[in-house]
């Protein structure tokens, strides 16, 4: 027996969804993503497969992972957005890098959850190996919010910090985040981020004081929204 049922209301608003939600797809050239039920079945992809080069099959395995579906169930009971960072190596040999959202699809009419809309964006930057250092040690990780005590963090600084400790550059820090946010992030502002922002904040110098600061402040185990 499913998990979870739909009601035919819910259902018939389901199949219109979908229906309506391929003809965008074909639409939109670059938007990647897809359609799953509330039992985390795919009910649609779309070129993601293509995409990353991989087969269908290999995404269904991605979608029944334990992180995955236990994700699936909280957009299911909260009904608000998670995101998910994954670094993944497929049959092909090639490692993907993408940060994906699980949205909840809810029917107007009834107030019910029917299904989760999945949105993937790849990230392409030029200096990914740190990334992947440390995804290839943790797996595909929950993107959470940092816990910072009193000190009081803008979001933008969260997530400068969370790519800094990963050793990128100021130049690929905008990089990643023009790709997550599609709007264009330049390295002049995560400069400015770090000189006018950051080094106050933390009563630091440079970048190396920084870093050291942060990672003994146990920021390494954290990750921003």
């Not at 169930?73 to 957005?81: L, Y």
């Not at 250092?133 to 005590?149: E, N, Q, W």
């Not at 990089?175 to 709007?183: A, S």
């Not at 870093?211 to 929204?225: A, C, D, Q, T, V």
Request: hydrophobic share 45%; glycine share 2%.
């Amino acid at each position: 027996m499913d998990k979870y049922s739909l009601s035919n209301e819910d259902q018939i608003f389901l199949d219109e969804f979908v229906d309506s939600f391929k003809r965008v797809f074909l639409a939109v050239p670059n938007f990647m993503g897809g359609v799953a039920s509330i039992n985390h079945q795919p009910l649609y992809l779309a070129r993601l497969s293509a995409e990353f080069g991989v087969s269908a099959e290999e995404l269904f395995k991605l979608f029944q992972s334990p992180l995955v579906t236990n994700l699936f169930d909280e957009v299911v009971s909260t009904q608000q957005a998670k995101k998910l960072l994954v670094v993944r190596s497929f049959s092909n040999y090639l490692a993907k890098i993408f940060v994906a959202s699980w949205l909840p699809v809810i029917n107007p009419q009834t107030q019910n959850i029917v299904a989760i809309m999945v949105d993937a964006h790849p990230l392409e930057v030029c200096n990914i190996s740190s990334i992947l250092a440390r995804f290839y040690k943790y797996g595909d990780t929950k993107i959470h919010s940092l816990d910072t005590g009193n000190l009081s963090l803008t979001e933008r600084e969260k997530q400068v910090i969370f790519f800094f400790i990963l050793n990128l550059d100021s130049n690929s820090i905008a990089e990643i985040l023009t790709q997550i946010e599609k709007k264009t992030i330049s390295e002049n502002s995560i400069n400015n981020m770090f000189t006018q922002q950051l080094f106050p904040k933390f009563k630091v110098f440079n970048r190396k004081a920084l870093y050291n600061k942060l990672i003994e402040s146990g920021f390494s185990r954290m990750m921003p929204n």
